[in-house]
């Protein structure tokens, strides 16, 4: 088939996504498609700037400058240029912003192109973590108690106690992640986030075991558990070498696995996903589990933990890619549910 990759964006997370971009890229050349890259701000990239940003990795902070978006702004007419005719699907490379939060999505439905991932609607939602906590509550899965844009310490304190999570609501790559111990640290954080270009989300910190389960299809994959080398699973921690371990498939027994992966499934189900979608677990000292968040298009290079997971299934990474491919090609353009309705 022939497989345009859009990747990069004008996001924060715009060196993640180039990352994955390039390593799909490749891996879908490998299961022998015909393969186009194009950086949705940029336009296309050469097989030489490919290798280059196969070598370059992510950067420790993201990038101070963002460029303009081209597909945002011209909509698909950014897309019409013969390099990218007669695409068969889009792969969505993208994370952050406008390719992860519906954008992109809809301007490819309008156009009735086939892509990967989510349809707008499931990705709005996702990306929303108040909308999707929200959800999530109201389908009886756990999720950490929260507050949205309450910037006052006493408040906070009085509502949630301490430790808490200080983060952007509509974020992703944990990105402006902050974890406050006590009184400073706490009026610090929010200190912080009231410069955020976003809403911010307050969320009670849960100690224990991380966990994470990717859904492929309707299948959840093998466990897996996140250590982090510092005390929570920053950006720093996702993308730089040595910032955590992740053990896949996690030792725990088989009916813990079996509760996160029936766990997972509901939660993807739930917030209206499709095709894959990763979701992350806190187990906490008592055995409980709370669900912290769903990543409707997590990161694909070959170190991922989608990709990992996939390894532990006995899949390799071309033959992830390959299949996500053709899960979006087999339903074809404007194969959309709707998302479910969010009361608040």
Known sequence: MKVTVLTGGAADERDVALATGVQVAAALRTARHRVSTFDTARGPLSLDEEEALRGKGVEPCPPAERPRDRVVAEGVAALDIP???????FFLALHGGAGEDGTIQRILDDADFSYTGSDPDGCRVAMDKHASKTILRKTGVATPDWLV??????????????????????GGSSLRLELAHDREELEGALRRAASFDDVVLVEQYVPGREFTVAILGDEALPVGEIIPRAEIFDYESKYQPGGAREVFPAHVDGALAAQMQALALRVHESLGLRDYSRVDFMGDREGKLWCLEANNLPGLTAASLVPRAAAAAGMTFPELCDR??????????????????VGV
């Open 83 to 89: 390099e990218l005719r007669g695409t068969d699907v």
């Open 149 to 170: 844009d309450v910037f006052e310490a006493d408040a906070v304190e009085r509502r949630l106690g301490l430790p808490v999570i200080v983060k952007a609501a509509h």
């Open 324 to 341: 996500l491919v053709r899960i979006a090609a087999g339903r074809g353009a404007q194969g959309s549910e709707p998302a479910p309705e």
